[in-house]
């Protein structure tokens, strides 16, 4: 595992651009793509060097990590349309070749497993970025998730759904359940690129960095894994030995 301090986020989104450029730029790749804030900067980047120096996104299909539970996709708040604005919609990446888990489907059992197959179909992630939760969770394999586990409904713990009131109108709208891609299906991505900013994920990142690896930390499963890159501002790095 490499862990990177810088002292500015947009360092880290360079970083974080950089791992990606390289992936995209050695053939049609798989990208593994996190929502939330932690990887905007680093998706305003990548756009960036679209625009102005011609990355191409044209031969890459892209899976998400997960997705609210009776979010439409239409919605704002849903994962899908999260993406596009942030990232798909400023570059050349074919709409139709991302995908995320369905939602809304009728059979959410099912739609987990049939997302766990498309990702191997696809020969798994090249790159995947993510984030951290402050309770230590990546994707959404909250505290407890078995370190194994593959594509599956878990329920947010009241501190995500805290966490993630801001992209709501009120908390009650916060949704108690998701569908996000297990952390044997992370794990199998060829390179983990974990991107954490802001005081707020310091004692996560130790945990997940310098802690035993343990199902209570989720993110600790990063260190059984052959290819990581942790990249931290200051503030992240803050409760590292
Ligand atoms: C989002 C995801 C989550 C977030 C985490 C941090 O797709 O999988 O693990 O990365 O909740 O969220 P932010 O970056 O908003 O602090």
Known sequence: MEVVISSSAEQVDRLAADIVEHVVQSGPAVLGLATGSSPVGTYRELSRRHRENGLSFAQCRAFLLDEYIGVPRAAEQSYFAFIRDNFVDHVDLDGAAVYSPDGEADDIAREAQRYDAAIAEAGGADVQI??????????????????RSRTRVKTLTEQTRADNARFFDSPDEVPHHVLTQGLGTIGEARHL??????????????????GPLSAFCPASVIQWHPHVSVLLDDAAASALA
């Open 193 to 210: 690129v974990l991107i954490a900013t802001g005081e707020s994920k310091a004692d996560a990142v130790a945990a997940a960095v310098e």
């Open 130 to 147: 993510l984030g951290i939760g402050t309770d230590g969770h990546i994707g959404f394999n909250e505290p407890g998730s078995s370190l």
